[in-house]
């Protein structure tokens, strides 16, 4: 009991420890405001679009509002992500009161494929010398690799990503035949290309710049309305993700949740397979808590987690039975096939990476088989300790069994492994002569006659053999 209480204190930590990590987004600002400073909400795009991103950029527009900002500054650089994360966080971008900037900064950065679709929705896009955006063409991948699909849902995918953007770029004014190149043709456009194509309003080369431009300038909104801007003196107040979306965002990794799918089904396995080692149920249990948080985050793909059940299997069975490997080197390409569907992502290739599924599945498949083995083996040993251990032993009748009994047996004494014992047998057994005991019943040992035909010449009395 002591020990399961220590696992139920770990997990009570793990949870609160995790709890902890729950506060909301932290808001920084550069200086005081003073009495004709305009708040300016600056937050930052970094890495992929995923469930998470859209989660901070509701919070901070919602910061927005509550500090009544003039602006909310996105800055980005990203290589793109997942659909619907993007459509998320574009909702918020056109149905913000607030105006809304995009800029891709600094030097050397991108905004590419669903990046390129955050940038054109915003009511200003600017971009900094030396950076890229556009080819948003939709692709599907396996492992992070292109896959080739069906031609009709590949037109029907890049026909509706191309829709979406015309109908985006038409109400801010920009230039729609344009954008669509990137989808349908993957084009790409440096920060001139992109100005001279009327896909962006501003080249600034600093946030500062940036603002300063923006100041006085008129703008037209989503809804068809136009704003001046005014911001003459402007306060920015960075507003950075909490903890808890710093930890989902390491969570939400497909290389980190194979990993941690295969240290829950290792763990649970050596601590069910060997109740009280404690260490491995932990990991077990603390991985597979870890695995339900990312899944809520991730697009998993349900034939993927089929695929490593399916190995696991098939790693049992090659411990149970002899195939000469074949059930292993089968479950070990549908592990290998199951790590590279797991994660469905048709913006950007986010599926677990073909060198993390090939170096983790080795080692689980031999750990797995092997462990497995000598737990079937085990069934076979023979019980080593109680009084069943001495079924099969060879002992010597001291006292003749000849007494018949009510049953049909006959009744005498023996002596095994040292002691005297009342002995029982279906058959009379002279004095002198080896048995083997076949049963325990309490102080009697049920016996047969040693089939060898060896008497207690050259056998002792203590001598046993199984």
């Not at 995790?18 to 550069?30: F, R």
């Not at 390129?116 to 063409?137: C, E, Q, R, V, W």
């Not at 003459?232 to 980190?256: E, G, H, K």
């Not at 098939?314 to 199951?338: R, W």
Request: glycine residues 8%; contains cysteine; hydrophobic residues 50%.
């Amino acid at each position: 009991m002591k020990r399961y209480a220590c696992v139920l204190c770990i997990l009570f930590l793990f949870a609160s420890g995790v709890a902890a990590l729950w506060p909301e987004g932290t808001v920084a600002s550069s200086a005081a405001a003073g009495p004709e400073a305009s708040r300016v909400i600056e937050l930052r795009i970094e890495d992929v679009i995923n469930p998470i991103m859209a989660d901070f950029v509701n919070e901070a527009f919602e910061e927005a509002g509550k500090q009544d900002a003039k602006l909310v500054l996105i800055t980005m650089n990203t290589p793109g992500g997942l659909d619907t994360s993007m459509r998320e966080i574009i909702q918020r971008i056109i149905g913000s009161p607030i105006p809304v900037a995009v800029y891709v900064s600094p030097a050397g950065t991108r905004a590419a494929s669903a990046g390129f679709y955050i940038l054109l929705s915003a009511d200003i896009a600017a971009m900094a010398p030396g950076t890229n955006t556009g080819a948003a063409s939709p692709i599907f991948v396996i492992g992070g690799e292109p896959m080739k699909i069906d031609e009709t849902l590949r037109k029907k995918a890049v026909n509706d990503s191309a829709a979406y953007l015309r109908s985006i770029t038409s109400k801010r004014g920009r230039n729609p035949q344009l954008a669509e190149t990137a989808v349908t043709e993957a084009k790409a456009f440096t920060e001139k290309e992109a100005l001279d194509g009327k896909l962006i309003d501003l080249i600034a080369p600093t946030t500062e710049e940036l603002l300063a431009q923006l100041n006085g300038r008129e703008i037209k909104r989503f809804d068809g309305s136009s704003v001046k801007l005014s911001l003459p003196s402007p306060v920015r107040s960075s507003f950075n993700m909490n903890a808890r979306q710093r930890f989902l965002t390491r969570i939400a990794q497909p290389d980190l949740l194979f990993v941690l799918i295969i240290l829950a089904l290792l763990g649970l396995y050596v601590e069910f397979s060997n109740p009280g080692l404690i260490l491995p149920g932990v990991v077990g249990v603390v991985s597979l808590v870890l695995v339900l948080v990312a899944i809520q985050i991730l697009p998993i793909n349900a034939l993927g987690v089929l695929l490593i059940l399916m190995a696991v299997v098939l790693f049992v069975l090659e411990a149970k039975f002899t195939s000469h490997g074949v059930l292993g080197l089968a479950g070990a390409v549908c592990m290998l096939v199951g790590a590279l569907m797991l994660v469905k992502s048709p913006i950007t290739g986010m599926g677990v990476s073909p060198a993390v599924a090939a170096i983790v599945t080795l080692p689980f498949a031999l750990i797995t088989i092997y462990l497995m083995r000598q737990v079937i083996r085990s069934y076979s040993w023979k019980t080593s300790t109680g009084m069943e251990e001495m079924v099969g032993m060879f002992g010597l009748v001291t006292e003749a069994i000849e007494k018949p009994q009510p049953d049909g047996t006959f009744r005498g004494t023996a002596s095994t492994h040292g002691e005297l014992w009342r002995a029982v047998a279906r058959q009379a057994i002279p004095k002198g002569a080896r048995v083997r005991v076949t049963k325990v019943e309490g102080l009697t040992l049920r016996v047969e006659p040693d089939a060898s035909g060896q008497t207690s010449a050259g056998q002792s009395a203590g001598e046993n053999k199984s």
